[in-house]
């Protein structure tokens, strides 16, 4: 507008939290502006709100002109929508507002972008003033060409910001996927990255009982309130915050830390909490709000005035602590999307796991015993290393089933396989085949030396007593082993060559260790060509 026409012109923002500010101001000389102050809420209540949103425009030639009231065109008639009419008159507290502010005559255009409000530029004259229509009409149409850039520049910039977090996510599922059964592994080395995509200064995930951290989080001492706060909001969806609540106030580390928490649930127990830490920002009101006794109102600068317009407009400073940024609605919509992908994620891990794991044990199954001998293959074949296959079955098993039950049974199995992942190495892969028989991919070898060293190990681990209730078992073991490349580069030999090396223990003796010799083979050949010798004869299968 032109500064011949009013004397004073200000843009005001409208904030999240429905405050403003004014941001660009232009003043005649000698009239004081607000640029740079905070407005209150309730300067602009909920229904003003609305019909600024859907008028572009807004006129108050002369606050101290009277009304005249329109009336329905007929007796009992409807009441007449005023709700897009420019001559709709102001409320009496809005018009008392200007005069307060030494306001006369007042021009307000709304800057409406994708259907919100998102500020207004008010043009303020110091004494009563009518505008032509044919400007009232160019000034508007200005504002719709400023809130069609706006609208386009805004979309562009969160397009841009979709289009970062969706890629951030897609590395994230990729991650998922590929870590099959191990989730945690996969969530702890991209919490890095899911704080960066959210903007947070740290990350916390707590799964599984463990926590994880990223970035700068709370001490522990203060974690365990947090946590407990937190566990209190919905497990169905992301919530979010960015006031601290006034219980953990006196944690100072929370404070600095954790102000502003995102909270991702995963499961009943599980969770993410992305944090933020306090942002200390000093902010100069224009004018103090009245403090009201009203009932159930609660004074501040951040609540709707009750009683009225302010009657002075000189600045008041305010500290405002415990806060942090807001949280956009795009991180908390991909919070949510996050929060769906890794408990799919989460759900097909629990399945795999169930269908490669024995239930008794914990332990790998036959299914994934095979997928791991598979892989080790390629491995070896690729990188030239040297590992160990070791089948593994118990001595004098079944007598503990018959004389103490099959409970007993069970327990004496799964302290077997406690034993057995207390010898071997973390890069091992240790499986139950069914009932008693177990097996050993021993990775990472020089030599069979070391293969002989962990039966040797196995053998005298698995002979120790066992308390089961009152009682004492004892059992033994046989192991047969053989070796990749020496033995064979082949998945069903190194088991073949392994099983005969077992055989060879169970005839030798029992409760030992053999490794594979191509020696076992020519008698096992011997053997099977004795039984089908025999068979043929018992047959009469010879001409």
Known sequence: PRSTLFPYTTLFRSRADWTGEVVRERCRAGVEGFLGLRFPAGDIPPNARQMF????????????AETSPIRCWREGGPA???TYSTLRSAHPVHLQYLRNMGVQASLTLSVVVQAKLRGMVACHHLSARELAVEDRLALEEIARMVALHLTNVLGLIEQRSRSEMRQRLSQLRGALSAAGDDTKLALANHLGMIREAFAAGGAW????????FAGRVPDKLSLAPLRDSIELLPRERVSHFEALPEPL??????VANASGVLFLPLGSVDFIALVRPEVIETVNWAGKPEVTEAPGVVAGPMLAQA???????????????H???PW??????FGERLRLEVEHCLGTARLEHRALHDGLTGLGNRLLFERRLQEEVRHSMTHHSVFAVHIIDLDRFKQVNDTYGHGAGDQVLMEVARRLLAVVAPTDTVARLGGDEFAIIQAGLEDSARAEALAEKIVRSIAESYRITENTVEIGVSIGVSSYPSDTVEESELLE????????????GRNAYSMYTPAMRSAESQDREGELLAAAIANDEFR
Do not use: C
């Not at 009683?307 to 602590?321: D, H, I, K, Y």
């Not at 060559?497 to 030798?508: C, F, I, P």
């Open 307 to 321: 009683l009225g317009p302010r009657n002075s407009f000189a600045v008041w400073t305010e500290q405002v602590r």
């Open 323 to 325: 806060t942090s940024e």
């Open 328 to 333: 956009s609605e795009m991180q908390v919509e």
């Open 53 to 64: 949103a859907l008028n572009l425009q807004r006129a108050i030639v002369d606050v101290d």
């Open 80 to 82: 007449l929508d005023l």
């Open 205 to 212: 995930l707590r799964f599984e009982g463990e926590d994880l």
């Open 497 to 508: 060559y392994a099983d005969l090396a077992l055989y060879h223990v169970k005839h030798s």
């Open 249 to 254: 106030r006196t944690y100072r580390a929370l």
